[in-house]
């Protein structure tokens, strides 16, 4: 194999030969398999052989990244990426990137995993838990990640790191309107059961039986943890500095307010053992686990250097150059157990998936996404039949203001479209959840 | 060119090692773009991406690999991988591609200002212009984002059935978002711009007019709107919203790889079944189309990226549901031949099948004789949120821009507008089409990976009678 690390370091050291203050070179290694299945049967599998990278350069607070895909010509490649920065214009905002170096915890990924070959069997033991319980059709996807980066800054960093994850969703359907679904995240080859998420979609599916129109209103509503997942992207995903001043975020000027209910407290932690762990951020920053609410009240933007220059603050280890995030959440769990949120509802909803959320207003947090998969009626604590058609519409703050219970069973979950990075998540009970339907 | 003799070794040694059926794609995506917000350039990203994508069918059974390196030692891997990973997996039922002719092409889109000319200081400058035109109108505008990207695309497909086609697009993008504030009160807007061409897009979009218009529209909400009437009325819809449904509740459920479950998993199924052609989902009046062939449209092509050749599609047409979307791989299980809407965002992903330009086809009423017959309704102009269900049924659209009418006049501004209804309900109730024709670009979301792709998506003016409003 060539040496990455090596190219990344010249790549860097031959930016600020050119006159650039601050460089970042990340080379990357894809070696990501996938299969896709519909209808019980694989439709095609997928796999990936690329090794790119980017550089960032600023000269002068003139930001350029480029991407690099034939490291022959490295050398022409950041020869023409200060070139192009001394022709931008100024980022007077610009703060820098973190000056290093750093230590970083040891992480090692499963070479059970990125030695995996073939995920045929795994896939079909998803299909067939998802049958067993119930379903006639399935559809969904397997992920074997692997993707490995050698980071060189300009800040005395020079760093590596590996990541390989197994990831598997399945949606198990008896008809168009009986659905469920189900996810599987997994760091470790050992802990990965593909099964789990067919049999829960399943059970979901198979639960649904000829749901019926539902009605608008206002709902005491038990979230399972996909769609939970969705609601917690809504804040982690808009706690980003860069969607907070670019008005993309419901957050702006509520550092140190409350923002949902004291039940309520979310960590930015890349630490932690999920599919999103990783040593250290874009710029090389240990990654730190970040509190971003704490029992109701924000307490933080997300950050890479520069934005927290303009904020006043410390990185929190989130970079992104340009737009700092979150690369794993986790929503700290409650008190009770899934049985006893239900038990708490004495007519109201159980949702388990949704999709498509879109805001009316980013700014004020008005906002409307549409369940799918299994609805079901809750009635003096018990399921009592499913619905479809109905349409969440509400204020994404104002839903987790209204948040008043979680419960002691998490799941990590990750979902195409919807929940952006893996997030452990429990179960959660909000009061009074507007729904809306079409009229006609 | 190196590459295709890459493309063309790739698919020769797919052969050897028992695929049915080979194709490759190579690919050179050579990207300029910036983000603009609140006046600051946040970065300049310039990018020369380039691969090659292998797909083949052996067996039954379907197999895709990709690489960036493009030397004969890492296609070969490449196909190799492709090949074994397809041949691991067997299938109750085979895949199969319909028969199509193979083709010989060499297609390019005409840049009347070529984009590989313009310096970047130019192309900064032409948004700082607007930038600073749109801070000079004093509307209080504090998010201010503009997003600008250019994307000179050359590709090379061929198959083992002998096409080699060669292609050029250079495509240009402006994405603005604005947020407006009066004593505490907010509007938002989006807008989303898309060519094929050259420089020249910047005139022929009249982005300076259109988003000084915007903020305007974005003021006067704030200052003049009131609350939207509840109720059943009228609606005249402008085009962003004839688009938004045609792209919605039309293109979307008309995809036939989403017609037989392959993307239930991801962006869903459709209300529509195989069988469902010639069913009634709207009145006589509405005809929506999908076309590829659209002069200087985001999504123009001559060629999907199956080397079909590309056509107008009449999805919905006199109110039936006409056609669905179709690659070679739905056409031969729904035995009909594929109709040019294979396309993928990157050499390093599989061609599904997508919309391309998706509109309500024109008719002959004005705006003005439209409104003539209106007693009381809402002319929602433009749109914010919106969303569907993933069988495509339930849809609903919040204006941005919206205004009473009165006995056939436009009068006050009214806020948050909202159409929430099924699919049929919504293009049922059309009963006058507009000759005007307005497009917007958008990327359209589907497949795992996420493939966001150019889209386009318009109409003209259409009034829909008796919709319930809130």
Redesign the interface.
């Known amino acids: 194999m060539e040496d990455y690390a090596g190219v990344s370091e010249r790549m860097v050291k031959k930016a600020t030969a050119l006159g650039a203050q601050d460089a970042v070179a990340d080379i990357y290694l894809n070696r990501n398999?996938?299969?896709?299945f519909?209808?019980n049967?694989?439709?095609?599998?997928?796999?990936?052989?690329?090794?790119?990278g980017w550089l960032?350069v600023a000269v002068d607070r003139?930001?350029?990244?480029?991407?690099i895909?034939d490291f022959s010509r490295a050398d022409k490649v950041v020869e023409?990426?200060v070139k192009?920065?001394r022709?931008?214009?100024?980022?007077?905002?610009y703060g820098g990137i973190a000056a290093g170096p750093f230590r970083y915890r040891a992480s090692k990924p499963d070479r059970k995993i990125t030695e995996l070959e073939?995920g045929?069997d795994l896939v079909q033991a998803g299909i067939q838990a998802a049958v067993k319980a119930g379903a006639k059709?399935t559809?969904?996807?397997f992920w074997r990640y692997d993707e490995e980066h050698f980071l060189h800054t300009s800040g005395g960093v020079s760093a590596t790191r590996r990541g390989a994850n197994l990831y598997f969703?399945?949606?198990a359907?008896r008809s168009?309107?009986e659905s469920g679904?189900g996810v599987e995240c997994a760091t470790r080859f050992a802990d990965f059961h593909p099964e789990r998420a067919g049999e829960k979609a399943g059970e979901i599916a198979k639960a649904v039986k000829k749901p019926g129109k539902g009605e608008a209103g206002k709902y005491d509503v038990v979230f399972d943890t996909l769609f939970l997942g969705s609601m917690i992207d809504q804040i982690g995903g808009r706690a980003g500095a860069?969607e907070v001043?670019?008005?993309?975020s419901p957050l702006k000027d509520k550092v140190g307010k409350p923002i949902a209910s004291d039940i309520v407290t979310l960590y930015d932690d890349s630490t932690a053992n999920t599919m999103g762990a990783r040593p250290f951020d874009d710029e090389g920053v240990p990654s730190q686990r970040n509190v971003i609410v704490e029992r109701g009240v924000l307490k933080t933007y997300l950050h890479n250097t520069s934005t927290a220059k303009l904020f006043s603050t410390r990185t929190t280890a989130n970079a992104g150059?340009?737009a700092p995030g979150s690369n794993a959440l986790v929503l700290e769990p409650g008190d009770h157990t899934k049985e006893e949120l239900f038990e708490q509802v004495r007519d109201g909803l159980y949702v388990t998936n949704t999709?498509?959320?879109?805001?009316?207003?980013?700014?004020?947090g008005?906002?409307?996404?549409?369940p799918?998969d299994g609805i079901f009626r809750i009635k003096n604590g018990k399921i009592a039949g499913s619905v479809k058609?109905i349409?969440l519409t509400d204020n994404i703050l104002g839903l987790w203001q209204r948040m008043e219970a979680l419960s002691k069973e998490t799941q990590e979950v990750m979902w195409?479209?919807e929940v952006h990075v893996p997030t452990i998540v429990p179960y959660g009970l909000a009061r009074q959840v507007g729904f809306?339907?079409?009229?006609? | 060119m190196a590459d295709r003799d890459m493309a063309d070794f790739a698919v020769e040694h797919a052969g050897k090692q028992g695929a049915q059926y080979a194709e490759a794609r190579v690919e050179n995506h050579s990207t300029e773009s910036f983000?603009l917000?609140?006046g600051?350039?946040?970065?300049?990203?310039?990018?020369?991406?380039?691969?090659i994508g292998v797909r083949v069918l052996v067996g039954g059974?379907?197999?895709?690999?990709?690489?960036?390196?493009l030397t004969k030692d890492?296609v070969r891997?490449?196909v190799d991988?492709?090949v074994r990973?397809?041949k691991?997996?067997k299938?109750?039922?085979p895949?199969e591609f319909v028969q199509e002719k193979a083709v010989k092409a060499d297609w390019k889109v005409r840049e009347r200002k070529k984009v590989a000319d313009v310096?970047?200081?130019d192309k900064?400058e032409a948004v700082?212009q607007i930038e600073r035109e749109l801070v000079d109108t004093k509307i209080p505008l504090?998010?201010r984002?503009f997003q600008a990207s250019t994307n000179r695309l050359k590709k090379y497909f061929t198959n083992s059935e002998g096409s080699k086609i060669t292609s050029y697009s250079p495509r240009i993008r402006l994405y603005y978002?604005?947020?407006a504030v009066k004593d505490g009160d907010?509007?938002?807007t989006y807008r989303n711009y898309g060519w094929s061409g050259g420089w020249e897009a910047l005139e022929e979009w009249d982005a300076l007019n259109k988003v000084l218009a915007e903020a305007r529209s974005l003021e006067k909400s704030l200052k003049e709107g009131k609350k939207s009437p509840e109720g059943k009325w009228d609606l005249i819809c402008g085009p962003q919203v004839s688009g938004i449904a045609s792209h919605e509740s039309c293109g979307h459920p008309t995809e036939a790889d989403r017609i037989?479950?392959?993307?239930?998993?991801?962006?869903?199924?459709s209300?529509i079944t195989p069988d469902m052609i010639g069913e009634k989902v709207g009145s006589p009046e509405v005809n929506v189309c999908d076309d590829p062939t659209l002069k200087n449209a985001i999504a123009y092509y001559e060629y999907d990226d199956e080397g079909v050749k590309a056509r107008r599609r009449y999805l919905y047409k006199e109110g039936k549901i006409h056609e669905f979307l179709q690659n070679r791989e739905t056409a031969a299980k729904l035995q009909t031949r594929s109709n040019g809407a294979a396309r993928a965002t990157t050499y390093?992903?599989?061609a599904i099948p997508r919309m391309a330009n998706t509109f309500v086809e024109p008719k002959d009423w004005s705006l003005e004789e439209m409104l003539e017959d209106v007693k009381r309704g809402i002319y929602m102009k433009s749109f914010?949120?919106?969303?569907?269900?993933?069988?495509r049924?339930?849809?609903?659209y919040?204006g941005r821009e919206a205004y009473l009418i009165e006995d056939g006049e436009v009068t006050a501004p009214v806020r948050?507008t909202?159409l929430?209804?099924?699919t049929p309900?919504f293009w049922s109730a059309v009963d006058a089409v507009g000759k005007d024709l307005e497009f917007e670009a958008g990327f359209c979301?589907k497949s795992?990976?996420?493939q966001a792709l150019d889209a386009s998506m318009g109409g003209p003016h259409m009034r829909l009678r008796d919709?319930?409003l809130?």
């Open positions: 398999y996938q299969v896709r519909s209808q049967q694989v439709d095609i599998s997928n796999k990936w052989r690329n090794i790119a960032f003139r930001l350029v990244f480029t991407e895909n023409n990426t192009v920065a022709r931008s214009q100024e980022n007077p905002e073939d045929g059709e559809a969904g996807v969703s399945l949606r359907l168009l309107e679904h860069f001043r670019a008005g993309l150059l340009v999709w498509y959320t879109r805001y009316q207003s980013y700014v004020t008005d906002f409307s996404t549409i799918r058609d349409r195409w479209g809306t339907r079409s009229s006609m | 983000i917000k609140n600051v350039l946040d970065a300049l990203s310039v990018s020369d991406d380039f691969g059974s379907l197999g895709f690999a990709a690489t960036n390196r890492e891997a490449t991988d492709a990973i397809a691991a997996v299938r109750r039922t895949i310096d970047i200081e900064l700082l504090p998010a984002f978002f604005l947020t907010v509007e938002q037989l479950g392959r993307e239930a998993s991801q962006a869903g199924k209300f390093a992903v599989e914010m949120e919106w969303n569907i269900d993933d069988k049924y339930n849809q609903k919040v948050k909202v929430e209804l099924t309900a979301g795992d990976p996420m919709v319930y809130r």
